[in-house]
């Protein structure tokens, strides 16, 4: 098995390229990888918060050397990469795209398999930062609302922003309560914690914001002493100036923001951003989407009066 030969048989595009021939020059990982089976699958599927129905169809699909040797040899390769960088947030490793899924269920469940093959490597690194044992399950979770958040978009099984999942099982992400944190570098090599608001949690009410940041210092230091961040960063369509025009005070989004600085001068592209946390949008006509919330109404009205949305970057100091 060659890359070219696991690049015909899986149909990987172009975006797959740079990511195959670096996976083929990496090679095998010193430890075979091994995948759960059966109940022991479901058992740690449903820990993960995975949804009922994908749970079956990932425990059912589960790839093996014999039968999937293409799909083999790039789960063994891309475990490889994962496990090789684990807990360094210098490196930059964000795995590879979605694989095309006419091939069926396991190259749909591809990123779970990685993820499980994973698991092992990052329950052992955890330990060796004596990462308490609820926020490990708390963090891993993550797996299930990025299949539950497929499913809803697309109707089947599969990973939504795998490059997320690939992030979280390398130990650079902690779920604090309602915020995740990932360990990162600024451009300038300032160390930062990556802000994130994962979907599941329910509204982002001020208090359990601030307890959430309040226990990120203390985390990162007792765990990660050599790091050393003093702010959280983030981007995000949450920054968006324009959502004052729409939202009330009192909304959370607006309350919250107010804490944070900007820090880019440059707005991104936000259309695309927006349209996946307010609706996991799947390219159905802007008139359909559902306009239930003062949000849905503003996101659907704004575009449709030709303006656009921004992503912006910005700052926090922790408390
Ligand atoms: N979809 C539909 N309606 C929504 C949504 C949503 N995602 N979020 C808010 N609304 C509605 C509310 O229901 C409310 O409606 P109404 O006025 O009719 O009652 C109105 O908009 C105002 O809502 P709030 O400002 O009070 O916000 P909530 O606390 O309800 O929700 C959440 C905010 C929790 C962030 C929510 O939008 C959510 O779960 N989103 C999905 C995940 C997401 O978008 N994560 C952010 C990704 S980017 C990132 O993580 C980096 C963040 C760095 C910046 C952080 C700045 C604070």
Redesign the pocket.
């Known amino acids: 098995m060659d890359a070219e030969s696991v690049r015909r048989q899986l149909r990987l595009g172009e975006n797959a390229t740079a990511w195959l021939s670096r996976l083929e020059e990496l090679g095998p990982p010193p430890e075979p990888v091994r995948l759960p089976q059966g109940d022991e699958a479901r058992d740690l599927l449903h820990r993960l918060e995975v949804p009922a129905p994908d749970v079956e169809e990932i425990v059912a699909a589960t790839p093996g050397p014999d039968r999937d040797p293409a799909l083999w040899w790039l789960l063994e390769r891309a475990h490889h990469e994962l496990v090789r960088h684990m807990g360094d947030y210098k490196v930059k490793v964000r795995g590879g795209p979605t694989l095309p899924y006419e091939t069926g269920a396991a190259a749909r469940y591809f990123h779970v398999y990685v993820f499980l093959a994973t698991l092992p490597a990052l329950r052992r690194f955890h330990a060796t930062r004596d990462i308490p044992e609820a926020t490990t399950w708390e963090t891993l979770t993550q797996l299930g609302e990025s299949v539950a958040i497929h499913r809803r978009k697309y109707g089947e099984g599969g990973t939504n922003m795998p490059w997320w999942l690939t992030l979280l099982v390398r130990g650079l992400v902690y779920r604090l309560g309602r915020l995740?944190y990932n360990l990162a570098v600024a451009k300038d090599g300032t160390p930062v914690l990556?802000?994130?608001?994962?979907?599941v949690?329910?509204?982002?009410?001020p208090d359990i914001?601030y307890d959430s940041l309040r226990r990120a210092r203390p985390f990162f230091e007792r765990h990660f002493p050599e790091h050393g961040a003093r702010a959280a960063?983030?981007?995000?369509?949450?920054?968006d100036p324009q959502l004052a025009e729409y939202?009330?005070e009192d909304?959370?989004?607006?309350?919250?923001?107010r804490?944070?600085t900007l820090l880019d001068s440059e707005p991104q592209d936000g259309d695309d951003?927006i349209l996946e946390?307010?609706?996991r949008y799947n390219g159905q006509p802007l008139e359909e989407l559902p306009q239930?919330?003062?949000?849905?109404k503003?996101v659907v009205t704004h575009l449709l009066a030709g303006r656009h949305w921004y992503q912006r970057s910005?700052r926090?100091e922790l408390p």
């Open positions: 995740q990556g802000l994130h608001i994962p979907e949690g329910g509204p982002l009410i914001y960063t983030g981007t995000s369509w949450l920054l939202l009330a909304s959370h989004i607006l309350q919250l923001r804490g944070w951003a946390f307010v609706f239930r919330s003062t949000l849905e503003a910005g926090i």
